[in-house]
């Protein structure tokens, strides 16, 4: 239906041109040039995804009747799983701190590096969208030799001889001299303002982008820490567990050859130490592989060793009001900061295409010397002003406008989408916090109850009252106790770091962390 009212208004346009003898002047005209109307610069349909990775935390339940109930871990994807390695690479083990892992992240880490390049190529179109509202000036010098055959043109003359002179048709060779500075400047163009002010506000969307691409890295890194670090601490418990198994089966032997007990029991104490043995050597494998993927995190040398300085801890402290805590996230999280600037940016696009209505004048001109040659010029000049009023465009501008305001209404619901996503973040965050809290004070008392009982099953085995099947028993729920404590302690740091993220200042919360260590 539009497409028709669009034809019969072109069709009564035709008409009233010919009736005007419009034909006649643009023929008139047809050596002259305007400058071509502005066009409103098209806006990517979605703003969100401007990160080329993704870091995420996950907290799941633990299947089984023990006393730990949640798991926690780290996913990271895409750019923010490598690293640009730094030129400066010394060897030896480097003992890592969190703020130094994370300091080096942020310094090496490929997102914030995409991140970074994304926003200089956004500046760069803001340089460019300005340009065309900014006076353009250049300067020409040329030396010019020509020789024209007329015969080529269809020029034929015939003089009679009696007059004593002809036409030649052959021109020249002539030449003359040329240098000249010409400048061009817009006055007015409502679309290539808008255009530049819409840049302005999606590179301020890239810079924060970038910004949010920095939270994401602690978030990586500073997960990833705290995994490494937890599994060394289940490596250091399961050595004193695989110590534990040889001393019982010491004890078993010796009281095997004293005839005060079953061969059965040195059976199964020397199963239980080849079973701790080999449960180490699985965790000891998980532990390099751990540090191989935080130094590809961080741009070190995938080889080096590292050691990680700081112990998993937990601060007793209550926790933040949830609506509080929204309300901060609100207004800091960069991402959705970014969105906000994405949906001004599109306001303004819509603007720019409703003005491709308006007129836009310009002015333009040259100065300059022209002459035979260097030596004998004559100076020249022009100046030249337009106004450009846009009368039929064929639809053009409509569909510009419908295009800018699909874009607008898209940003709009993504950025409320997003402030949604905010509060989830946050709330999930919170519950994970408190999960784990509740989880940490479950796992100490659970492990100085399995301690106390592999302290009573070890002294009634030496006292001959009991087999060793009390005590691996005892001591298989030491091992289970102390991987619950380590599981509930990086949990809660985690939920902490996650909350960190999720009011967007986790990079702000790390360096306090770091200023207070060092007073």
């Not at 060394?232 to 399961?238: E, F, I, L």
């Amino acid at each position: 239906m539009y497409e028709l009212r669009l034809m019969r208004r072109a069709a009564v346009f035709s008409f009233v041109l010919l009736s005007c003898g419009g034909l006649r002047a643009l023929a008139q005209t047809a050596g002259s040039s305007a400058a071509p109307s502005s066009r409103a610069t098209p806006l990517p349909m979605s703003a969100e995804s401007g990160q080329s990775g993704a870091v995420s935390t996950q907290q799941t339940p633990v299947a089984g009747s023990g006393p730990a109930t949640i798991n926690s871990s780290i996913q990271v994807g895409g750019d923010f799983a490598g690293s640009v390695p730094g030129k400066d690479q010394s060897t030896g083990p480097l003992t890592l701190t969190l703020a130094g892992a994370v300091k080096l992240g942020l310094q090496a880490n490929l997102g914030p590096i995409t991140a970074d390049n994304a926003s200089r190529a956004a500046r760069a179109e803001r340089i460019e969208a300005l340009s065309n509202l900014l006076p353009n000036i250049w300067a020409n010098a040329s030396e010019t030799i020509s020789q024209v055959s007329l015969a080529a043109y269809g020029f034929q003359f015939h003089v009679p001889a009696s007059l004593g002179f002809s036409i030649p048709s052959v021109v020249g060779p002539f030449e003359y001299s040329s240098l000249q500075g010409s400048l061009s400047q817009t006055i007015y163009d409502g679309v290539a303002r808008r255009n530049w002010r819409a840049t302005q506000e999606t590179e301020k969307a890239s810079q924060l982008s970038a910004k949010d691409a920095r939270e994401l890295v602690v978030l990586a890194v500073g997960g990833s820490y705290l995994q490494t670090v937890a599994t060394a601490a289940r490596v250091g418990s399961q050595r004193a567990q695989v110590a534990n198994a040889e001393a019982i089966n010491r004890q078993a032997q010796v009281r095997k050859e004293a005839g005060t007990n079953a061969r059965i029991d040195v059976t199964r104490s020397a199963v239980e130490l080849q079973t701790e043995q080999q449960r180490l050597s699985t965790l000891e494998a998980e532990l390099r592989k751990e540090k191989i993927a935080l130094a590809r995190l961080i741009g070190l040398p995938q080889d080096r060793e590292l050691i990680l300085a700081e112990p998993l801890a937990v601060q007793a402290g209550s926790l933040p009001d949830a609506n509080q805590t929204i309300q901060v996230a609100w207004q800091r999280r960069a991402d959705l900061k970014a969105l906000e600037a994405s949906v001004r940016a599109a306001e303004i696009a819509v603007s720019a295409a409703r003005a491709e209505y308006l007129p836009s004048a310009s002015v333009s001109g040259n100065y300059g010397v022209i002459g035979p040659n260097p030596s004998t010029t004559h100076g020249v000049f022009s100046v030249t002003g337009s106004v450009n009023v846009p009368i039929w465009q064929g639809g053009r501008v409509k569909g510009d406008i419908l295009q800018a305001e699909a874009t607008l209404d898209q940003r709009r619901a993504e950025l409320a989408n997003e402030r949604g996503k905010v509060e989830q973040d946050v709330r999930t965050a919170l519950i994970e916090m408190e999960a784990a809290q509740g989880q940490v004070r479950l796992a100490e008392s659970s492990r100085d109850l399995a301690n106390e009982t592999l302290a009573q099953a070890r002294d009634r085995f030496g006292a001959g009252v009991a087999t060793t099947l009390e005590v691996v028993q005892a001591q298989q729920q030491v091992a289970s106790a102390e991987s619950d404590s380590i599981s509930s302690l990086f949990s809660y740091q985690l939920a902490k770091l996650s909350l960190a993220r999720a009011m967007g200042e986790a990079e702000e919360s790390l360096t306090n962390q770091q200023s207070e260590g060092h007073k």
